[in-house]
């Protein structure tokens, strides 16, 4: 199959991750970009129009259809752009060596984008949810979540294996260190903020 048509790549992706992988690899940095943007904006979206779906709120989807959903989806890839950053920071400073790309930054922010197609079933897993309701459906609801979280995340952990050519641990090690430090500032910043808050009424 020719992965250059876009919804080939997609479905390779889906159904045989490495192999769209490994032909990203070896073609240009900024081949399907677009749909990478796309398919990082419409799994951003659906994933909060499935959490309206789910508790049958207008509320959450009128929230996020303005300048809310705006802040989302510059917020997440606002995060995509310090992961790629860190990532590639951490890696610069190891003794491993990369594959050779002309803007390796470019193409991982790329397929971490490509990362978010399993959120684009979230709504599907809302009907199934809203479907078994009276059998138990927020259970079944957030395991099918839970699902696509771990599908999303081992989709970039197999990224990071195959652009750095790592092991598994190594890969995972990678992975976990730009979250933890994700983490962190995100701790430091909320801290901050709420001593700010209290010195401002004090």
């Given at each position: 199959?020719?992965?250059?048509?876009?919804?080939?790549?997609?479905?390779?992706?889906?159904?045989?991750?490495r192999?769209?992988?490994?032909?990203?690899?070896?073609?240009?940095?900024?081949?399907?970009?677009?749909?990478?943007?796309?398919?990082?904006?419409?799994?951003?979206?659906?994933?909060?129009?499935?959490?309206?779906?789910?508790?049958?709120?207008?509320?959450?989807?009128?929230?996020?259809?303005?300048?809310?959903?705006?802040?989302?989806?510059l917020?997440?890839?606002?995060?995509?752009?310090?992961?790629?950053?860190?990532?590639?920071?951490?890696?610069?400073?190891?003794?491993?060596?990369?594959?050779?790309?002309?803007?390796g930054?470019?193409?991982?922010?790329?397929?971490?984008?490509?990362?978010?197609?399993?959120?684009?079933?979230?709504?599907?897993?809302?009907?199934?949810?809203?479907?078994?309701?009276?059998?138990?459906?927020?259970t079944?609801?957030?395991?099918?979540?839970?699902?696509?979280?771990?599908?999303a995340?081992?989709?970039?952990?197999l990224?990071?294996k195959?652009?750095?050519?790592?092991?598994?641990?190594?890969?995972?090690?990678?992975?976990?260190?730009?979250?933890i430090?994700?983490?962190?500032?995100?701790?430091?910043?909320?801290?901050?903020?709420?001593?700010?808050?209290?010195?401002f009424?004090?």
């Open positions: 199959m020719n992965l250059n048509n876009g919804k080939i790549f997609i479905y390779n992706l889906i159904f045989a991750p192999k769209a992988l490994q032909y990203s690899l070896k073609g240009k940095e900024d081949e399907h970009i677009g749909i990478a943007l796309l398919v990082l904006i419409c799994g951003i979206v659906l994933n909060l129009f499935s959490k309206a779906l789910i508790f049958l709120n207008i509320g959450i989807i009128d929230m996020y259809a303005g300048i809310g959903g705006v802040f989302a989806i917020n997440m890839t606002g995060n995509i752009i310090i992961f790629t950053a860190v990532i590639f920071f951490i890696k610069h400073f190891s003794l491993t060596n990369a594959r050779k790309n002309r803007n930054a470019l193409l991982f922010f790329k397929l971490i984008c490509f990362s978010f197609i399993p959120f684009l079933f979230a709504p599907a897993v809302s009907m199934i949810g809203l479907f078994f309701k009276l059998f138990s459906g927020m079944i609801f957030y395991l099918l979540r839970i699902a696509l979280y771990l599908w995340i081992s989709l970039q952990i990224i990071v195959e652009l750095f050519d790592l092991k598994l641990l190594s890969s995972i090690a990678l992975y976990v260190l730009p979250l430090g994700l983490f962190a500032f995100a701790f430091i910043k909320i801290v901050d903020m709420t001593l700010f808050f209290f010195s009424i004090l």
